[in-house]
C-alpha cells in the first residue's frame, strides 16, 4: 500500500519563474492538504482540496494555486517566485474532509535563487 | 503564523533518559497532535488526543492534555538514539463547513546520544 507520494524531491528555481509541485494521495484517500515548512519553522497551511474544490485556505497570497484530479491527485502552483518561498512543501492526505488523522508525504525541497 | 510555542527549542540526552517537550497554544481546540520529523523530511504521526482527553498512552510515549491552560506535554520513556528528530505539536479546530486543517508549533529538536 503506497503512502503518500510528491514529486519532484527537490527543485531549483529563479525568482520570478512559476513552479508545480505534485502530490499523490494514499490509496483510499481523497482530501489533499498542502503546507508550507520554512527552515527552523513547523509547517504552515496553505490549501486543502475535496472533491477537485479548494475548501479552505490559509494565509497565503494568491501566487499559490492548486488543483485536485478526479484520481484526487494535487498540484500546487506558484507564480511570480520569490526568495521567501525557498521552503519544503508538505503534501498531507485524509480520508474524507472530517478525518483528523493526516498522512504526509516526504515533501519537495524549493530553492529559489 | 504558528499556533503556538514548543519548549524546550532544543532537547539534548543521553540514551535511555526521558524526554519531555511542551507545547503551548491560544485557542480552543478539537484534537493535538504530535508528529516527528526526521532530517527536514515528511512529518510522521506519533499520537492523538481530544479536548476531552487528559492522558494517552502509546508504546513509549506519554502524552498529556489541559486545555484550561492550553497545553500539551510529550514524554518519551527510555529513549533511543533513533528517536533523535524534531518533534512538533499540531492542534486542530473544527471550523465551519468542516475541514481538518492542522496548525503546527515550532518545534522541539531531539538529540539522543549513545
Known amino acids: 500500500d503506497a503512502g503518500v507520494t510528491q514529486s519532484p524531491t527537490h527543485l531549483i528555481k529563479t525568482r520570478g519563474q512559476q513552479v508545480t509541485l505534485r502530490c499523490s494521495p494514499k490509496s483510499g484517500h481523497d482530501t489533499v492538504s498542502w503546507y508550507q515548512q520554512a527552515l527552523g519553522q513547523g509547517p504552515q497551511f496553505i490549501f486543502q482540496y475535496y472533491e477537485e474544490e479548494e475548501r479552505q485556505r490559509g494565509n497565503f497570497p494568491d501566487r499559490f494555486s492548486g488543483h485536485q484530479f478526479p484520481n484526487y491527485s494535487s498540484e500546487l502552483n506558484v507564480n511570480a517566485l520569490l526568495l521567501g518561498d525557498s521552503a519544503l512543501y508538505l503534501c498531507a492526505s485524509s480520508r474524507g474532509r472530517g478525518s483528523y488523522e493526516q498522512y504526509f508525504g516526504p515533501g519537495t525541497r524549493l530553492t529559489v535563487t | 503564523s504558528q499556533q503556538g510555542e514548543e519548549d524546550p527549542q532544543a532537547l539534548s540526552i543521553q540514551e535511555g533518559e526521558n524526554a519531555t517537550m511542551n507545547c503551548s497554544y491560544k485557542t480552543s481546540i478539537n484534537n493535538l497532535q504530535w508528529y516527528r520529523q526526521n532530517s527536514g523530511r515528511g512529518l510522521v504521526h506519533l499520537i492523538l488526543i481530544r479536548s476531552n482527553e487528559r492522558e494517552k498512552h502509546s508504546g513509549r510515549l506519554r502524552v498529556t492534555l489541559d486545555t484550561s491552560k492550553k497545553s500539551s506535554s510529550l514524554l518519551i520513556t527510555a529513549s533511543r538514539a533513533a528517536d533523535t528528530a524534531s518533534y512538533f505539536c499540531?492542534?486542530?479546530?473544527?471550523?465551519?463547513?468542516?475541514?481538518?486543517?492542522?496548525?503546527f508549533g515550532t518545534g522541539t529538536q531531539l538529540k539522543v546520544e549513545l
Open positions: 499540531a492542534t486542530a479546530r473544527q471550523p465551519t463547513g468542516g475541514g481538518n486543517k492542522l496548525t
